[in-house]
């Protein structure tokens, strides 16, 4: 019953910036967290950022200090802000969202970043 659609993804040069949304929509009363995943070639799926209903936000060590979590609240969405891109950053980035319990996950289709060196 919720629907997440990734859009902004595309290709950058070492040391540029992208910012990736994530618009979301249905029964989205039962969700507490909205994150942001990624898949890079040959490695598994890891959290880049989350960011709660209370506000607070959460990042891998890997991003911190580059990446950016951030909501519209009016749009239901969430955006992710990333600068200082490094080609270790390509992957396909996806949207998640966990309701209250944890029990549900909601993904949508992903959407790819490609930095070049």
């Known amino acids: 019953q919720v629907q997440l659609v990734e859009s902004g993804g595309g290709l950058v040069q070492a040391g540029g910036s992208l910012r990736l949304s994530c618009a979301a929509s249905g029964s989205l009363i039962s969700i507490n967290t909205i994150g942001w995943y990624r898949q890079a070639p040959q490695k598994q799926r890891e959290l880049v950022a989350t960011?709660?209903?209370?506000?607070?936000?959460n990042y891998a060590d890997s991003v911190k200090g580059r990446f950016t979590i951030s909501r519209d609240n009016a749009k239901n969405t969430v955006y992710l802000q990333m600068n200082s891109l490094k080609p270790e950053d390509t992957a396909v980035y996806y949207c998640n969202a966990k309701t209250w319990s944890g029990a549900t996950n909601y993904w949508g289709q992903g959407t790819q970043v490609t930095v070049s060196s």
């Open positions: 960011i709660s209903r209370a506000g607070s936000t």
